[in-house]
């Protein structure tokens, strides 16, 4: 295997038929795989079944300070949630609510409460002003530009690196456009790339002048105990290096525990500074009495403590390790000699992240749908869908099995191989 | 006993020193009793402690419709629950939406939307109208209140009557003001009376004309199936008589299982036509990927359909009814024929809601605290906590027991004939 840059059109050609023709054999298999959605396999959500049978009939449902778990109250959490959470997002137990089942829901209300009514250290409601940017680090996690783009907030591309975001433009549009409001961060494992910011990254965060002053980092830690490897990636604490220099007013945290326990019947968690929260809560109020405190109650007698989340996390690596090693091995094999595309091996995290050739995405995408896998659509990991270079594709390997990946693989590097052929050859 | 008004200013004062010594001894024995909020008791939450054991780690959590329970999907509820509230709400399975555990959040996020974005029928979002409006039977649910003051929704006072509210008032204002974007009901054991609205009141809603194209019911049908005597109440289907003009449209109907099973680890339901509801969907799909389906399989294996819940319903009645006799039966023997205060006796839900001579509601509810008994805030029942005649207290007999109650009765009533002297005497 050559790289393909290097062969004439007469081979390039002669490679091209010679796919063509494994394609359609693919083709002829009836394919039926979905790799679009960071979705957990069936043996992962085994992994918690357990914490069905933690609380039973014969169970007293009391929290902690003696409140009835089965009852009206407590609307940031039980305090043995909150403790937990506290601890695996590395805040004080005063700075953390537990909500419902989603932190994307957490979010998106944190959206429509500033849009609505602003933060404590707003000078107005967001719908007030004339117009609110947010920075996107892209290629980014779709469900978080969906929210910008329903609101009608416009958003501003900021490349990635290896190290998190390219920073040099972090800092230069958020001093100088008072505009910009907020940016969307998945520090630890990144969706889509795996990618965790350095702790340069995290420092600069912190220091950061900001034109706007009620300036937030939406801090999305999905996967902050997702560990794949045993050289798992550290991330630095944004809260406490923002308490170092006084900037903890713009640190909102998000997690859940979709991906620990099970996919919408998780519990979620935000933390921010007491002000943030305490503002927060008189709006949280009027919304809702409060979330479900027994489910609380069940993850934390299931989990015992943030300890008891890093040895589950344990066995769902054992699941999901080698199904990435699978797609990085195939990748290996397959891409890597013949130089048409690019990606990280994280250690963590839900998905692996490949840029082809510019140009190339889309078509891969949809030659792999044609012959029965369905890819995340490409350019989904950009606002508004549009990859400047419709080079990016992310690859969600956690739902299928093991052999079931290594058949969407193949078909996968196929598709890549035929699509950068295509273009090479007509240009 | 005579009635108050008819005693001379000596009988008055004569009565009222008597009573202040009682009064006295009351304070004397530290009562510490809760009559302030709708919470089930404990034993009321014994009832539903089953439903802890209807699933384990050896069941198969699969929905009716194959999907597995515990992973991500769904956004508008498993089939089978949809099913179940379909039948108690008396609409189709496509018309209702099963969300998180509070029905109260799903009002919110239906209000939110609505300024933000409109409802489908909408000229434009409501935080772009000059002025929103909304209509407030009252005495009425404080939270509702809550969130229209949060948005800044103007709130008008519509005068309750045992039908339901001042249907003349409801027709013309919403006839005359476009502003008047929607109405906020508890039609079937309405909080605080425990009035249900008949059934002419239920066609006239169905009837009026609107000057907003867009105005909505926000039916909240919290005590649909929370009957305490052997004679229930019946309420018309809303949704059946608009359906029947065509102005279906207006109506969007709320409950939950917080009183079923519960309080914050039920589920909550919307229903509301197709047309609405898609409208919705859109927007919801961006908030979150979906609720809690594990609880609402759990939720259907204890309740099996609608007929397990009027069964269960009928434990809660078993312990609920001899406290709202308690009460009942109190305030006859002590209050009435003094003549010096009104009630309805409500067939079901939470509350029963007296209202005193005027300019005596607030008294009553200070002089109850000072002697170790919280009653909600007088004028908590009314748009902006301004009661017009200071004379509405909600009672809510369903958290303390039998005994307890009985204490807390002997002293509200006291206190009613207290401040009904002071005013007699001080005009």
Chains 1, 2 share one sequence.
């Not at 230069?172 to 940016?183: C, G, M, R």
């Not at 990435?324 to 839900?350: C, D, T």
Request: aromatic share 8%; glycine share 6%; with cysteine.
């Amino acid at each position: 295997m050559i790289p393909y840059k290097q062969m004439t059109a007469e081979e390039l050609l002669t490679e091209k038929n010679r796919l063509d023709e494994a394609y359609q054999e693919f083709k002829g298999q009836g394919l039926k795989l979905d790799m679009s959605r960071g979705k957990p396999s069936p043996e992962q959500l085994d992994l918690s079944m357990g914490m069905l049978d933690v609380l039973t009939s014969s169970d007293v449902l009391k929290c902690e300070d003696g409140l009835d778990a089965r009852n009206y109250g407590l609307l940031d959490g039980i305090p043995e949630a909150k403790e937990l959470y506290a601890e695996i997002l590395g805040v004080r137990t005063d700075e953390v609510i537990i909500g419902g089942n989603s932190s994307l829901n957490m979010m998106y209300d944190t959206i429509t409460r500033a849009m609505m009514f602003g933060f404590y250290d707003s000078p107005r409601p967001w719908k007030d002003e004339r117009k609110v940017k947010c920075l996107c680090p892209a290629p980014g996690y779709d469900r978080h530009f969906a929210i910008s783009e329903l609101f009608g907030i416009e958003m501003i591309n900021i490349p990635m690196s290896p190290q998190g975001p390219d920073m040099d433009l972090v800092e230069k549009l958020a001093a100088e456009d008072e505009s910009i409001k907020f940016i969307w961060c998945v520090p630890m494992y990144s969706n889509p790339q795996g990618i965790t910011y350095s702790d340069e990254t995290v420092r600069r965060f912190a220091r950061m002048k900001t034109a706007a002053p009620d300036f937030k980092i939406i801090w999305d830690n999905a996967y902050c105990v997702h560990h794949l490897t045993q050289t798992p990636d550290q991330l630095l604490s944004l809260m406490d290096e923002c308490k170092k220099i006084g900037t903890e007013s713009r640190v909102f945290i998000f997690a859940s525990m979709s991906k620990i326990s099970f996919p919408g019947a998780g519990i979620a968690a935000m933390a921010a500074t007491k002000e943030n929260l305490s503002f927060l809560k008189k709006q949280m109020s009027i919304q809702t009495i409060g979330f479900d405190k027994i489910k609380q109650l069940r993850h934390v007698k299931f989990f015992h403590n943030a300890q008891g989340v890093y040895e589950h996390m344990q066995k769902h690596r054992k699941v999901l390790e080698p199904k990435f090693q699978m797609v990085l091995s195939v990748l290996e094999r397959e891409i890597k000699p013949l130089e048409i595309a690019e990606w990280h091996a994280p250690n963590g995290g839900y998905f692996i992240s490949l840029d082809t050739m510019d140009g190339c995405a889309k078509r891969v995408v949809a030659l792999c749908r044609e012959a029965g896998v369905v890819m995340t659509e490409a350019g989904a990991t950009y606002p508004y869908g549009k990859d400047p270079h419709d080079s990016n594709i992310r690859i969600a390997p956690t739902y299928p099995s093991v052999s079931e990946l290594e058949q969407a693989m193949e078909l996968f590097c196929l598709c890549i191989r035929l699509a950068s052929l295509e273009k090479l050859l007509l240009g």
